[in-house]
Nanobody, 125 residues
Framework: QVQLVESGGGLVQPGGSLRLSCAAF????????SAWFRQAPGKEREGLSC????????YYADSVKGRFTISRDNAKNTLYLQMNSLEPEDTAVYYC??????????????????WGRGTRVTVSS
C-alpha cells in the first residue's frame, strides 16, 4: 500500500530551525517527483518546493527560497525539508506528496497523486 508519513513538526521560536521528514512506503520515492506543501489556518494550500525524480533538480517558491532546503535520501526512501530562519508566518500544517508523472519545473500544484496526512509546525515565542 502506498503511504507517505510526515514527522518532525512541532513548536519552534522565530529564527529557529526544524527538519521535516516524509517516509515513503509501498513505492520507491526516487522514481517519483516529490514535493512539500503547507496549509496555514484559513488559507489555501501552498506549494513550497519539489525535487525531480530524474536528476534531483529542485524548485522553491519565493516564500521559502533561501530558507528551506528539500532533499531526498534514497537509501532511506525518505524526503526531507530543512527549514531555517522560521517566521510566525510559516506556521501551518506541512504535507509531502509524490507523483509519477509531474514535472518539477515550477511551484508544485495539486496534481500529485499521493499525499501524507501532514505534520503541524508552529512558530511562536
Amino acid at each position: 500500500q502506498v503511504q507517505l508519513v510526515e514527522s518532525g513538526g512541532g513548536l519552534v521560536q522565530p529564527g529557529g530551525s526544524l527538519r521535516l521528514s516524509c517516509a515513503a512506503f509501498g513505492f520507491t520515492l526516487d522514481d517519483y517527483v516529490s514535493a512539500w506543501f503547507r496549509q496555514a489556518p484559513g488559507k489555501e494550500r501552498e506549494g513550497l518546493s519539489c525535487i525531480s525524480s530524474s536528476d534531483g533538480g529542485t524548485y522553491y517558491a519565493d516564500s521559502v527560497k533561501g530558507r528551506f532546503t528539500i532533499s531526498r535520501d534514497n537509501a532511506k526512501n525518505t524526503l526531507y525539508l530543512q527549514m531555517n530562519s522560521l517566521e510566525p508566518e510559516d506556521t501551518a500544517v506541512y504535507y509531502c506528496a509524490a507523483d509519477l508523472y509531474s514535472l518539477c519545473d515550477g511551484v508544485p500544484g495539486d496534481e500529485y497523486d499521493h499525499w501524507g496526512r501532514g505534520t503541524r509546525v508552529t512558530v511562536s515565542s
